[in-house]
Protein backbone atom coordinates (compact mmCIF):
# COMPACT_ATOMS: atom_id res chain seq x y z
CA UNK A 1 0.00 0.00 0.00
CA UNK A 2 2.95 2.62 1.00
CA UNK A 3 4.78 1.81 -2.42
CA UNK A 4 1.48 1.96 -3.84
CA UNK A 5 1.12 5.80 -2.59
CA UNK A 6 4.58 7.05 -3.19
CA UNK A 7 4.55 6.26 -6.97
CA UNK A 8 1.46 7.91 -6.74
CA UNK A 9 3.41 11.08 -5.65
CA UNK A 10 5.94 10.79 -7.73
CA UNK A 11 3.89 10.77 -10.81
CA UNK A 12 2.66 14.20 -9.84
CA UNK A 13 6.22 15.76 -8.22
CA UNK A 14 8.58 13.48 -10.43
CA UNK A 15 10.34 12.50 -7.11
CA UNK A 16 10.11 11.22 -3.46
CA UNK A 17 12.49 12.41 -0.67
CA UNK A 18 13.50 10.55 2.65
CA UNK A 19 10.49 8.49 3.41
CA UNK A 20 10.89 5.85 5.93
CA UNK A 21 10.11 2.40 4.45
CA UNK A 22 10.76 -1.10 6.33
CA UNK A 23 11.33 -4.00 3.82
CA UNK A 24 9.52 -7.82 4.63
CA UNK A 25 12.17 -10.85 4.08
CA UNK A 26 12.74 -14.20 5.03
CA UNK A 27 14.00 -12.93 8.27
CA UNK A 28 11.60 -10.19 9.03
CA UNK A 29 11.11 -6.51 8.54
CA UNK A 30 14.40 -4.85 7.76
CA UNK A 31 15.02 -1.76 10.32
CA UNK A 32 13.62 1.54 9.34
CA UNK A 33 14.60 2.49 5.71
CA UNK A 34 14.99 5.94 4.43
CA UNK A 35 13.64 5.69 0.59
CA UNK A 36 13.80 8.11 -2.50
CA UNK A 37 12.84 7.63 -5.87
CA UNK A 38 12.68 9.53 -8.91
CA UNK A 39 11.31 9.59 -11.99
CA UNK A 40 13.55 10.01 -14.94
CA UNK A 41 10.93 11.37 -18.19
CA UNK A 42 14.19 11.00 -20.92
CA UNK A 43 15.16 8.11 -19.75
CA UNK A 44 12.14 5.83 -20.88
CA UNK A 45 10.15 7.15 -17.74
CA UNK A 46 11.83 4.19 -15.62
CA UNK A 47 11.76 4.60 -12.02
CA UNK A 48 14.97 4.99 -10.47
CA UNK A 49 15.39 4.04 -6.16
CA UNK A 50 17.87 4.64 -3.40
CA UNK A 51 17.76 3.31 0.16
CA UNK A 52 19.89 4.05 3.18
CA UNK A 53 19.67 3.39 6.91
CA UNK A 54 18.62 6.01 9.29
CA UNK A 55 21.47 6.69 10.56
CA UNK A 56 22.80 7.96 7.33
CA UNK A 57 20.33 10.18 6.60
CA UNK A 58 22.00 13.73 6.80
CA UNK A 59 20.41 17.19 6.61
CA UNK A 60 19.99 17.44 3.31
CA UNK A 61 16.71 15.87 3.10
CA UNK A 62 13.78 18.14 1.33
CA UNK A 63 11.81 19.24 3.97
CA UNK A 64 14.62 19.22 6.11
CA UNK A 65 15.31 23.41 6.25
CA UNK A 66 11.13 23.97 5.96
CA UNK A 67 10.02 24.66 8.82
CA UNK A 68 6.51 24.65 7.61
CA UNK A 69 6.55 20.71 7.19
CA UNK A 70 7.01 17.81 9.05
CA UNK A 71 10.56 16.48 8.62
CA UNK A 72 9.64 13.00 8.38
CA UNK A 73 6.25 12.96 6.69
CA UNK A 74 6.14 16.51 4.74
CA UNK A 75 2.95 17.09 6.19
CA UNK A 76 2.16 21.10 6.39
CA UNK A 77 2.50 21.84 10.53
CA UNK A 78 0.66 24.75 12.14
CA UNK A 79 -1.17 27.44 10.25
CA UNK A 80 1.33 26.88 7.18
CA UNK A 81 -1.76 24.64 5.86
CA UNK A 82 -4.57 27.08 7.00
CA UNK A 83 -2.45 29.76 4.81
CA UNK A 84 -2.44 27.07 1.63
CA UNK A 85 -6.11 26.08 2.16
CA UNK A 86 -7.10 29.62 1.86
CA UNK A 87 -4.64 30.60 -1.16
CA UNK A 88 -6.21 27.34 -3.19
CA UNK A 89 -9.45 27.83 -2.27
CA UNK A 90 -9.32 31.28 -3.72
CA UNK A 91 -8.03 30.26 -6.80
CA UNK A 92 -10.74 28.29 -7.34
CA UNK A 93 -13.49 31.00 -6.14
CA UNK A 94 -11.62 33.20 -9.16
CA UNK A 95 -12.10 29.96 -11.72
CA UNK A 96 -8.60 29.37 -11.49
CA UNK A 97 -8.94 25.44 -10.60
CA UNK A 98 -11.73 23.19 -9.25
CA UNK A 99 -10.14 22.49 -5.41
CA UNK A 100 -11.32 20.93 -2.60
CA UNK A 101 -11.01 21.23 1.04
CA UNK A 102 -11.36 18.03 2.84
CA UNK A 103 -10.83 17.39 6.49
CA UNK A 104 -9.64 14.48 8.23
CA UNK A 105 -10.31 12.79 11.83
CA UNK A 106 -9.22 9.40 13.25
CA UNK A 107 -10.96 9.64 17.13
CA UNK A 108 -8.81 7.58 19.66
CA UNK A 109 -5.43 8.21 17.26
CA UNK A 110 -3.68 9.30 20.01
CA UNK A 111 -4.08 6.52 21.91
CA UNK A 112 -3.43 3.99 19.47
CA UNK A 113 0.18 5.62 18.60
CA UNK A 114 1.47 5.90 21.75
CA UNK A 115 0.64 1.86 21.82
CA UNK A 116 3.02 1.23 19.07
CA UNK A 117 7.00 0.90 18.99
CA UNK A 118 9.32 3.75 17.80
CA UNK A 119 9.94 2.52 14.51
CA UNK A 120 6.28 1.72 14.07
CA UNK A 121 5.16 5.12 14.78
CA UNK A 122 7.34 6.40 12.14
CA UNK A 123 6.69 4.17 9.39
CA UNK A 124 3.15 4.73 10.39
CA UNK A 125 3.40 8.55 9.98
CA UNK A 126 4.82 8.21 6.77
CA UNK A 127 2.47 5.98 4.94
CA UNK A 128 -0.06 8.40 6.52
CA UNK A 129 1.37 11.62 5.29
CA UNK A 130 2.15 9.89 1.90
CA UNK A 131 -1.34 8.73 1.40
CA UNK A 132 -2.48 12.09 2.14
CA UNK A 133 0.34 13.91 0.00
CA UNK A 134 -0.50 11.25 -2.84
CA UNK A 135 -3.66 12.36 -3.27
CA UNK A 136 -3.41 16.13 -2.95
CA UNK A 137 -2.94 18.85 -5.57
CA UNK A 138 0.49 18.51 -6.65
CA UNK A 139 1.60 15.84 -4.23
CA UNK A 140 2.21 17.84 -1.33
CA UNK A 141 -0.76 20.10 0.01
CA UNK A 142 -1.93 18.20 2.73
CA UNK A 143 -1.17 19.30 6.53
CA UNK A 144 -1.54 17.72 10.04
CA UNK A 145 -3.46 19.44 13.07
CA UNK A 146 -2.52 17.28 16.12
CA UNK A 147 -4.61 14.65 18.06
CA UNK A 148 -5.58 12.44 14.64
CA UNK A 149 -6.51 15.69 12.78
CA UNK A 150 -5.78 16.29 8.63
CA UNK A 151 -6.56 18.82 5.72
CA UNK A 152 -6.15 17.55 2.19
CA UNK A 153 -6.53 20.03 -0.65
CA UNK A 154 -7.44 18.06 -3.64
CA UNK A 155 -9.47 18.02 -6.63
CA UNK A 156 -13.00 18.01 -6.97
CA UNK A 157 -12.79 13.75 -8.88
CA UNK A 158 -11.34 12.64 -5.74
CA UNK A 159 -12.98 9.66 -4.05
CA UNK A 160 -12.93 10.85 -0.37
CA UNK A 161 -14.40 7.31 0.35
CA UNK A 162 -11.36 5.63 -0.87
CA UNK A 163 -9.28 8.19 0.81
CA UNK A 164 -10.64 6.84 4.26
CA UNK A 165 -10.63 3.55 3.40
CA UNK A 166 -6.75 3.29 2.98
CA UNK A 167 -5.80 5.52 6.27
CA UNK A 168 -7.78 3.08 7.90
CA UNK A 169 -6.04 -0.04 6.25
CA UNK A 170 -2.78 1.95 7.20
CA UNK A 171 -4.09 1.70 10.95
CA UNK A 172 -4.74 -2.13 11.01
CA UNK A 173 -1.38 -2.92 9.60
CA UNK A 174 0.35 -2.26 13.07
CA UNK A 175 -2.78 -3.30 14.98
CA UNK A 176 -2.52 -6.96 16.06
CA UNK A 177 -6.28 -7.50 16.19
CA UNK A 178 -6.69 -6.31 13.15
CA UNK A 179 -8.56 -3.37 13.64
CA UNK A 180 -6.93 -0.05 13.66
CA UNK A 181 -8.37 3.03 13.95
CA UNK A 182 -11.71 4.15 12.55
CA UNK A 183 -11.72 7.38 9.71
CA UNK A 184 -13.51 10.16 9.28
CA UNK A 185 -13.17 12.42 6.73
CA UNK A 186 -15.96 15.73 5.21
CA UNK A 187 -15.67 17.88 2.75
CA UNK A 188 -16.47 21.19 2.87
CA UNK A 189 -18.96 23.42 1.11
CA UNK A 190 -18.77 27.27 1.61
CA UNK A 191 -20.27 30.03 -0.72
CA UNK A 192 -17.73 32.51 -1.55
CA UNK A 193 -19.57 34.67 -3.82
CA UNK A 194 -19.84 37.53 -1.06
CA UNK A 195 -16.83 36.63 0.61
CA UNK A 196 -13.77 38.92 0.32
CA UNK A 197 -10.01 37.31 -0.26
CA UNK A 198 -8.63 38.27 3.11
CA UNK A 199 -12.14 37.64 4.93
CA UNK A 200 -11.67 34.12 3.16
CA UNK A 201 -8.33 33.72 4.49
CA UNK A 202 -9.48 34.39 8.07
CA UNK A 203 -12.45 32.82 8.18
CA UNK A 204 -10.95 29.93 7.21
CA UNK A 205 -7.87 30.10 9.62
CA UNK A 206 -10.02 30.72 12.32
CA UNK A 207 -12.72 27.69 11.27
CA UNK A 208 -9.75 25.01 10.37
CA UNK A 209 -8.42 25.92 14.41
CA UNK A 210 -11.94 25.22 15.71
CA UNK A 211 -11.78 21.95 13.66
CA UNK A 212 -8.56 21.44 15.42
CA UNK A 213 -9.42 21.77 19.00
CA UNK A 214 -12.73 19.85 18.66
CA UNK A 215 -12.41 16.18 20.53
CA UNK A 216 -14.86 13.83 22.54
CA UNK A 217 -16.95 11.08 21.50
CA UNK A 218 -19.72 12.99 20.33
CA UNK A 219 -17.34 14.99 17.61
CA UNK A 220 -17.64 14.06 13.85
CA UNK A 221 -15.80 16.05 11.52
CA UNK A 222 -18.82 15.45 9.18
CA UNK A 223 -20.81 18.29 11.19
CA UNK A 224 -17.75 20.61 10.67
CA UNK A 225 -17.70 20.09 6.60
CA UNK A 226 -21.42 20.37 6.85
CA UNK A 227 -21.45 23.50 8.99
CA UNK A 228 -18.36 25.11 7.77
CA UNK A 229 -20.20 27.69 5.44
CA UNK A 230 -22.00 28.95 8.52
CA UNK A 231 -18.93 29.08 10.66
CA UNK A 232 -17.02 30.68 8.24
CA UNK A 233 -19.51 33.56 7.78
CA UNK A 234 -20.09 33.39 11.56
CA UNK A 235 -15.97 34.06 11.51
CA UNK A 236 -16.33 37.27 8.96
CA UNK A 237 -18.68 38.93 10.87
CA UNK A 238 -16.54 38.45 14.38
CA UNK A 239 -13.58 39.52 12.00
CA UNK A 240 -15.75 42.44 11.07
CA UNK A 241 -16.62 43.75 14.83
CA UNK A 242 -13.23 43.29 15.64
CA UNK A 243 -11.43 45.21 13.14
CA UNK A 244 -14.13 48.06 13.60
CA UNK A 245 -12.90 48.03 17.69
CA UNK A 246 -9.75 48.36 16.31
CA UNK A 247 -9.56 50.87 14.13
CA UNK A 248 -12.04 52.50 16.22
CA UNK A 249 -9.69 52.38 19.03
CA UNK A 250 -12.62 51.31 21.03
CA UNK A 251 -10.44 49.45 23.96
CA UNK A 252 -9.08 50.73 26.91
CA UNK A 253 -5.81 49.89 29.09
CA UNK A 254 -5.24 48.33 32.06
CA UNK A 255 -2.40 48.95 33.97
CA UNK A 256 -1.01 45.58 36.40
CA UNK A 257 2.44 46.49 38.29
CA UNK A 258 5.47 44.44 38.85
CA UNK A 259 7.36 45.06 41.95
CA UNK A 260 10.63 44.18 43.61
CA UNK A 261 10.28 41.29 45.84
CA UNK A 262 12.99 43.02 48.04
CA UNK A 263 12.11 46.60 48.45
CA UNK A 264 8.56 47.43 47.29
CA UNK A 265 9.89 49.29 44.51
CA UNK A 266 7.48 49.56 41.43
CA UNK A 267 9.82 48.58 38.18
CA UNK A 268 7.07 49.21 35.53
CA UNK A 269 3.04 48.59 34.81
CA UNK A 270 2.18 45.52 32.53
CA UNK A 271 -0.30 47.51 29.45
CA UNK A 272 -3.38 44.78 29.71
CA UNK A 273 -6.30 45.56 27.23
CA UNK A 274 -9.79 45.89 28.46
CA UNK A 275 -12.62 45.61 25.68
CA UNK A 276 -16.36 47.51 26.60
CA UNK A 277 -15.21 48.94 29.41
CA UNK A 278 -15.26 45.91 31.60
CA UNK A 279 -12.05 45.84 33.77
CA UNK A 280 -12.63 42.35 35.48
CA UNK A 281 -13.35 40.09 32.30
CA UNK A 282 -9.98 38.62 30.94
CA UNK A 283 -9.77 39.44 27.38
CA UNK A 284 -8.24 36.29 26.20
CA UNK A 285 -10.98 35.36 24.07
CA UNK A 286 -10.80 38.59 22.21
CA UNK A 287 -6.68 38.00 21.76
CA UNK A 288 -7.14 34.32 20.83
CA UNK A 289 -9.73 34.80 17.89
CA UNK A 290 -7.28 37.82 16.78
CA UNK A 291 -4.51 35.11 16.55
CA UNK A 292 -6.37 32.62 14.81
CA UNK A 293 -7.83 34.80 12.30
CA UNK A 294 -4.70 36.67 11.35
CA UNK A 295 -5.69 39.98 13.23
CA UNK A 296 -3.27 40.08 15.88
CA UNK A 297 -0.30 42.09 14.41
CA UNK A 298 -3.12 44.93 13.82
CA UNK A 299 -3.96 44.76 17.17
CA UNK A 300 -0.77 44.71 18.55
CA UNK A 301 0.42 47.54 16.72
CA UNK A 302 -2.48 49.79 17.57
CA UNK A 303 -2.44 48.78 21.59
CA UNK A 304 1.24 50.19 20.88
CA UNK A 305 0.42 53.27 19.77
CA UNK A 306 -2.54 53.65 22.81
CA UNK A 307 0.19 53.03 25.49
CA UNK A 308 2.81 55.65 23.54
CA UNK A 309 0.51 57.97 23.24
CA UNK A 310 -0.42 57.68 27.32
CA UNK A 311 3.50 57.27 28.13
CA UNK A 312 3.54 61.14 26.32
CA UNK A 313 0.96 62.61 27.84
CA UNK A 314 2.44 61.24 31.16
CA UNK A 315 5.75 61.34 30.79
CA UNK A 316 6.38 64.03 33.57
CA UNK A 317 5.38 60.86 36.08
CA UNK A 318 8.42 58.72 34.59
CA UNK A 319 6.40 55.38 34.63
CA UNK A 320 7.70 52.70 32.83
CA UNK A 321 5.16 50.39 30.79
CA UNK A 322 5.20 46.82 29.26
CA UNK A 323 3.46 46.20 26.09
CA UNK A 324 2.69 42.94 24.91
CA UNK A 325 3.24 41.35 21.30
CA UNK A 326 2.20 38.30 20.11
CA UNK A 327 4.17 35.51 18.86
CA UNK A 328 3.20 35.72 15.61
CA UNK A 329 3.57 39.17 15.24
CA UNK A 330 7.42 39.09 15.96
CA UNK A 331 7.17 37.18 12.67
CA UNK A 332 5.02 40.00 10.77
CA UNK A 333 7.12 42.55 8.46
CA UNK A 334 4.27 45.36 8.46
CA UNK A 335 4.07 45.33 12.24
CA UNK A 336 7.64 45.44 12.62
CA UNK A 337 8.19 48.53 10.24
CA UNK A 338 5.08 50.34 11.77
CA UNK A 339 6.68 49.57 15.67
CA UNK A 340 9.74 50.76 14.24
CA UNK A 341 8.33 53.60 13.11
CA UNK A 342 6.31 54.73 16.12
CA UNK A 343 9.11 54.13 18.42
CA UNK A 344 11.45 56.48 16.33
CA UNK A 345 9.21 59.44 16.82
CA UNK A 346 10.42 59.71 20.43
CA UNK A 347 13.38 58.72 21.36
CA UNK A 348 13.19 59.25 25.07
CA UNK A 349 10.35 55.97 24.99
CA UNK A 350 13.21 53.51 25.59
CA UNK A 351 13.26 54.57 29.05
CA UNK A 352 9.58 53.92 29.66
CA UNK A 353 8.28 51.21 27.51
CA UNK A 354 9.17 47.76 27.53
CA UNK A 355 8.07 45.20 25.05
CA UNK A 356 6.94 41.29 26.24
CA UNK A 357 6.69 38.64 23.94
CA UNK A 358 3.43 36.73 24.40
CA UNK A 359 2.10 33.59 23.10
CA UNK A 360 6.40 32.58 22.73
CA UNK A 361 4.98 28.72 21.83
CA UNK A 362 3.61 30.27 18.43
CA UNK A 363 7.12 31.51 17.34
CA UNK A 364 7.88 29.55 14.15
CA UNK A 365 10.82 30.77 13.77
CA UNK A 366 13.65 31.52 16.76
CA UNK A 367 16.08 33.15 14.43
CA UNK A 368 13.92 35.62 13.23
CA UNK A 369 12.32 36.12 15.69
CA UNK A 370 15.61 37.29 17.34
CA UNK A 371 16.50 39.50 14.81
CA UNK A 372 13.25 41.45 15.65
CA UNK A 373 14.42 41.26 19.45
CA UNK A 374 17.93 42.86 18.82
CA UNK A 375 16.57 45.55 16.78
CA UNK A 376 14.52 46.93 19.61
CA UNK A 377 17.31 45.91 21.92
CA UNK A 378 19.52 48.20 19.69
CA UNK A 379 17.37 51.31 19.73
CA UNK A 380 18.06 50.89 23.95
CA UNK A 381 14.73 48.83 24.29
CA UNK A 382 14.30 46.07 27.25
CA UNK A 383 12.62 42.79 26.30
CA UNK A 384 11.02 40.10 28.39
CA UNK A 385 9.78 37.07 27.49
CA UNK A 386 6.55 35.58 28.96
CA UNK A 387 5.48 31.78 29.66
CA UNK A 388 8.94 31.00 30.69
CA UNK A 389 8.40 26.79 32.21
CA UNK A 390 5.07 26.73 30.49
CA UNK A 391 6.03 24.22 28.12
CA UNK A 392 9.07 22.03 27.33
CA UNK A 393 10.62 24.30 24.68
CA UNK A 394 11.21 26.97 27.10
CA UNK A 395 14.88 26.34 27.75
CA UNK A 396 15.43 26.61 23.66
CA UNK A 397 13.22 29.89 23.54
CA UNK A 398 16.14 31.40 26.14
CA UNK A 399 18.83 29.63 24.22
CA UNK A 400 17.78 31.35 20.73
CA UNK A 401 15.95 34.56 21.77
CA UNK A 402 18.88 37.17 23.59
CA UNK A 403 16.78 38.92 26.38
CA UNK A 404 16.38 40.72 28.98
CA UNK A 405 14.22 39.30 31.31
CA UNK A 406 12.16 36.20 31.85
CA UNK A 407 8.31 36.15 32.99
CA UNK A 408 7.75 32.69 35.09
CA UNK A 409 4.65 31.14 34.11
CA UNK A 410 2.25 31.48 37.03
CA UNK A 411 1.09 27.83 36.81
CA UNK A 412 4.93 26.90 36.65
CA UNK A 413 5.55 28.90 40.39
CA UNK A 414 2.43 27.63 41.44
CA UNK A 415 3.75 23.85 40.77
CA UNK A 416 7.26 24.79 41.65
CA UNK A 417 5.35 26.02 45.45
CA UNK A 418 3.92 22.55 45.92
CA UNK A 419 6.31 20.58 43.97
CA UNK A 420 8.85 18.04 46.48
CA UNK A 421 11.95 19.28 44.33
CA UNK A 422 10.17 23.19 43.40
CA UNK A 423 12.04 24.90 45.76
CA UNK A 424 15.62 23.82 44.23
CA UNK A 425 14.56 24.20 40.72
CA UNK A 426 13.07 27.66 40.60
CA UNK A 427 16.22 28.10 42.64
CA UNK A 428 18.62 26.69 40.08
CA UNK A 429 16.13 28.38 37.23
CA UNK A 430 16.67 32.15 38.86
CA UNK A 431 21.17 31.24 38.83
CA UNK A 432 20.53 30.34 35.20
CA UNK A 433 19.12 33.44 34.44
CA UNK A 434 21.31 35.25 36.57
CA UNK A 435 24.05 33.74 35.03
CA UNK A 436 23.29 34.98 31.23
CA UNK A 437 22.37 37.96 33.01
CA UNK A 438 18.82 37.72 32.47
CA UNK A 439 15.97 39.26 35.15
CA UNK A 440 13.32 37.51 36.59
CA UNK A 441 9.87 38.15 37.12
CA UNK A 442 7.18 35.76 39.05
CA UNK A 443 3.58 35.58 37.88
CA UNK A 444 0.53 34.67 39.48
CA UNK A 445 1.60 35.76 43.31
CA UNK A 446 -1.56 36.02 45.39
CA UNK A 447 -0.44 35.65 48.22
CA UNK A 448 2.08 36.51 50.87
CA UNK A 449 3.56 32.52 50.98
CA UNK A 450 3.95 33.12 47.65
CA UNK A 451 6.11 36.14 47.82
CA UNK A 452 8.33 34.94 50.04
CA UNK A 453 8.36 31.66 48.17
CA UNK A 454 9.61 33.20 45.15
CA UNK A 455 11.97 35.71 46.98
CA UNK A 456 13.51 32.59 48.46
CA UNK A 457 14.16 31.20 45.28
CA UNK A 458 16.11 34.19 43.89
CA UNK A 459 13.08 35.76 42.11
CA UNK A 460 14.20 39.60 41.28
CA UNK A 461 10.31 40.75 41.03
CA UNK A 462 6.93 39.83 41.42
CA UNK A 463 3.39 40.16 39.63
CA UNK A 464 0.13 38.90 41.19
CA UNK A 465 -3.49 39.92 42.63
CA UNK A 466 -1.74 40.26 45.97
CA UNK A 467 -0.61 43.86 44.94
CA UNK A 468 -4.36 44.55 43.42
CA UNK A 469 -5.92 43.89 40.41
CA UNK A 470 -5.72 45.31 36.86
CA UNK A 471 -6.33 49.08 36.97
CA UNK A 472 -6.88 51.84 34.76
CA UNK A 473 -5.23 54.28 37.08
CA UNK A 474 -1.78 53.02 37.91
CA UNK A 475 -0.83 55.29 41.02
CA UNK A 476 -3.28 53.88 43.10
CA UNK A 477 -1.08 50.91 43.39
CA UNK A 478 1.10 52.80 45.12
CA UNK A 479 -1.48 54.21 47.77
CA UNK A 480 -3.16 50.67 48.23
CA UNK A 481 0.33 48.91 48.63
CA UNK A 482 0.82 47.33 52.34
CA UNK A 483 4.40 47.82 52.81
CA UNK A 484 4.63 45.39 55.71
CA UNK A 485 4.71 42.75 53.00
CA UNK A 486 8.30 44.34 52.27
CA UNK A 487 9.50 43.67 55.89
CA UNK A 488 10.16 47.44 58.40
CA UNK A 489 13.04 47.82 56.81
CA UNK A 490 12.43 47.95 53.94
Known amino acids: MLVEQLLAVAAKKGRIDNTTVRLKGAEGPTP ?18 A ?39 KESKNGDGDTELTLVNLPGFDSF ?18 TLRANS ?90 NMD ?23 VAFHPILDVNTGAFHHYEALVRFGGNFEESPYKYITFAEETGLISEFDIAMAQKCVDWLVEHRKDKISVAVNISGISVDDAVYIEKLHALIDKHPWLNEHL ?56 GSAVKNAQTAPKGRAFLRALTTLCKTMDVETIAEMVDSVETLEFVRDCGVEYAQGFLFGKPNPDPWQFVTKLDRRLFGSKR
Not at 138 to 144: F, I, K, L, P, R
Not at 171 to 186: H, L, M, N, S, Y
Not at 361 to 385: E, I
Not at 394 to 403: N, P, R
Open 32 to 49: PLKFAGYLMPDLGNNFFL
Open 51 to 89: FRTSSEVGADGEYESDSSRDKSTGLLVGDSFSGLAAEKL
Open 113 to 130: YESLSEEDREVLMNTMGT
Open 137 to 226: IGGDSAGEMGDGKFGILHDADLDVADLEAKLAEATRVFDPEGKGVDVQAGTIDVDMTDINDEDLTNGLVYTINHFREQSGADFNVKDIAQ
Open 230 to 252: SLVKEAVSSLNSFRDVVGDNNFE
Open 354 to 409: LFEITESARVVDLHKANAFVQSVRRKGFHVCLDDFGAGAASFQYLSVLEVDVVKLD
